[in-house]
């Protein structure tokens, strides 16, 4: 499990930064995209990894608070998802409207000279 | 502050421009003058309420530690939200209040009509700013941090054209990608300390094992580099002067204070989580500081010398300006701080009177065209009312425009210089003054960084003589730009709140040593943040 998890936001990550770093819009914009998906991954582990526990606790009994699983990473990573995904749309349409004034996808707005 | 109405005072900043933004959006964007009232009447509160916060924080006296909280649905505190104001944040509301006011004023007489939906985003640039220095709560201050970013994304963007959607582009992407690491920062300081609320972050850091020491500090630095970023610090802030100029100039003089939203983070997570009484994890931040902060300040003056614009040479100003504070910090010294956050408050006023001054000033001796005003790019798009009333919508002209701007200008000048009488040459004396206090034990360090803020002065100075020359004092045969009333008055009102900043000198200096004595000692804050519930909210601590 850790280290599927590891693995996972390590690939993430490293596809996202190679990304990140290309000259096309789009390619920034899947490199950010990539890069929100790992860090969300990040943040669901530093919650530590327990399987089959449940996040709520139930209601009158005595609780055993190493019964359950850390709910707090769970809201974080709701908010970071609703966040990434809002600014994502939003890179979206300054990217649309970059290519409309430019005519070209480089991060830029210039082609490099060969 | 106990009971009744007063009470929900320290949410008011947050609540009142969101509200209002609602409303705004509900507006058709051809009921100007209603919006227009409605955003200058929500400004005007807010510099109201800021005012009472920051009189509240003055009523317990000198030497008094003062901290008031607020906790959102009356949870107690490491489980429930809170909202804190000392004397740092209440400062810093003020100082945000006036400058949206001021801006908004500004932007009233043209700007707010180059493009769509400009109250709404502004009003939620506010209330994310108010938010992040009210906050008690890292995920919170993510979450203003998110808000105010958005609204900074759309006002970039504002007035459209290629030079603004392409700086806007880049401004984007960096600003997510950082956010990014915000995350990754929070969450790491979550995993090993168990908390996000910063009092009860500030009582678990002594006692982090020293094996997770190393995570701690990691979570912290990938945090500050995210601050770091929006603050400008050299290598990470190349993105900003850019930025900065290709903003119109009512949002880049709001802007001056997004880029203080940065410092004002470092400040607050360094002297409260890693101060002195941190344990093993103490001050492990300050050489960094102090090195990357005296490199913000040569990059910047340099960067003075070598602007080749108004709006350039103001944009690494910004950057001089927050390398100074970051050095600052970097001191750990308690008498250079509160110079720094005398110098704080008169850079930031001047930053933002010099935008709006270099706008008058370029109007008057640069073709009208590029980046003012440009076709829309979507169908839908508002189209401005600036092209069809350019001439008669400027308001009340007031005589002897040319002897005004060139007046207002010499006083920018005199501010960001740091020449006597004016505020700025207080705030760098003070600072240098605390520098010497500690000479006994004053490393190499010191010296340069004496010596880099007398160096940005001069380089401030010698580029604003330059300019100032060249635009306002050589004649050509370009018409003098009219100045109206709404334009006049908002440059008037920051250049007086210098003025009343030298005036007042003294009891400014105090409050600023009482603000950061409040700062190095952790218990004041978190005694009464995580004071039981029993005790009646907006406590003040003993």
């Not at chain 2, 200058?40 to 309420?49: D, M, N, P, S």
């Not at chain 2, 994304?153 to 054209?161: A, E, I, T």
């Amino acid at each position: 499990m850790e280290i599927i998890m590891a693995l996972a936001i390590g690939v993430l990550t490293g596809s996202g930064v190679w990304l990140l770093l290309r000259p096309r819009t789009f390619q920034l914009v899947i490199g950010l995209a990539l890069l929100s998906y790992a860090v969300n991954l990040f943040i669901l582990a530093m919650g530590r990894l327990r399987v089959g526990a449940p996040p709520i606790l139930t209601k009158g009994a005595a609780v055993d608070p190493a019964a359950y699983t850390d709910p707090l990473p769970q809201a974080l990573v709701l908010t970071a998802i609703v966040i990434s995904f809002a600014t994502t749309a939003l890179m979206l349409v300054v990217l649309l409207a970059s290519r409309g004034l430019t005519n070209t996808d480089h991060v830029d707005g210039e082609e490099d000279q060969p | 502050m106990t009971g009744g109405w007063m009470q929900h005072l320290v949410v008011l900043p947050i609540v009142l421009p969101l509200v209002a933004s609602a409303v705004m959006l509900l507006l058709h964007d051809r009921r100007l003058r209603l919006r227009s009232s409605l955003g200058l009447a929500t400004t005007a509160l807010l510099v109201l309420i800021a005012s009472v916060l920051f009189y509240q924080t003055l009523a317990g006296g000198p030497l008094q530690p003062w901290v008031g909280t607020y906790r959102l649905g009356d949870w107690a505190a490491p489980f429930g939200i809170v909202l804190v104001v000392d004397r740092l944040s209440a400062l810093m509301l003020l100082l945000t209040s006036v400058l949206g006011f001021t801006s908004l004023l500004y932007a009233l007489a043209r700007w707010d009509r180059s493009g769509p939906r400009f109250h709404a985003l502004f009003l939620l640039l506010l209330m994310g700013l108010n938010g992040a220095f009210l906050t008690g709560d890292l995920f919170n201050l993510f979450v203003f941090f998110e808000v105010f970013l958005a609204a900074s994304y759309g006002l970039v963007l504002h007035g459209s054209g290629q030079p603004r959607v392409s700086a806007g582009l880049h401004y984007i992407a960096i600003n997510v990608a950082t956010s990014l690491l915000f995350l990754i920062g929070v969450s790491l300081l979550y995993g090993v300390t168990g908390t996000l609320n910063m009092a009860d972050l500030a009582m678990r850091i002594p006692n982090v094992p020293p094996e997770d020491v190393m995570l701690l500090e990691a979570g912290a630095a990938i945090l500050g580099i995210a601050f770091l970023v929006k603050a400008g610090m050299w290598p990470l802030g190349l993105w900003l002067p850019r930025t900065y100029a290709a903003a119109a100039p009512p949002i880049a003089a709001m802007f001056a204070m997004l880029s203080k939203v940065g410092v004002y983070i470092i400040l607050r997570l360094s002297m409260l989580l890693f101060g002195d009484q941190a344990g093993l994890a103490a001050s492990f931040a300050n050489d960094w500081l102090l090195i990357g902060g005296m490199a913000t300040i040569a990059f910047g003056a340099v960067g003075i010398l070598s602007a080749s614009t108004l709006t350039g040479l103001v944009g690494h100003y910004v950057l001089v300006s927050s390398g100074t504070l970051l050095a600052a910090i970097g001191t750990g010294s308690h008498r250079v701080l509160a110079g720094a956050l005398f110098y704080l408050v008169s850079s930031t006023l001047a930053i933002a009177a010099f935008y709006l001054i270099v706008e008058l000033v370029e109007r008057g001796s640069v073709e009208e065209g590029e980046g003012s005003t440009s076709e829309p790019v979507f169908e839908d798009e508002y189209l401005g009312a600036l092209a069809e009333e350019e001439d008669n919508e400027i308001g009340v002209v007031i005589p002897a425009t040319l002897a005004i701007i060139g007046g207002g200008f010499a006083f920018c000048a005199l501010l960001l210089s740091g020449l006597p009488p004016l505020s700025g040459f207080i705030a760098k004396f003070a600072m240098i003054d605390g520098i010497l206090a500690e000479r006994a034990t004053m490393e190499t360090s010191s010296w340069w960084f004496i010596g880099l803020i007398l160096a940005s002065g001069l380089a401030a100075l010698i580029a604003c003589v330059r300019a100032g020359i060249d635009l306002i004092w050589t004649p050509d045969e370009t018409q003098t730009p009219a100045l109206g009333v709404l334009e006049a008055v908002p440059i008037a009102i920051l250049l007086s709140a210098c003025l009343a900043l030298m005036i007042w000198a003294g009891p400014a200096m105090t409050f600023m040593e009482d603000t950061v004595r409040d700062l190095s000692d952790r218990a004041v804050y978190s005694d009464s943040v995580l004071a039981p519930i029993g005790k009646s909210v907006g406590e003040v601590a003993p």
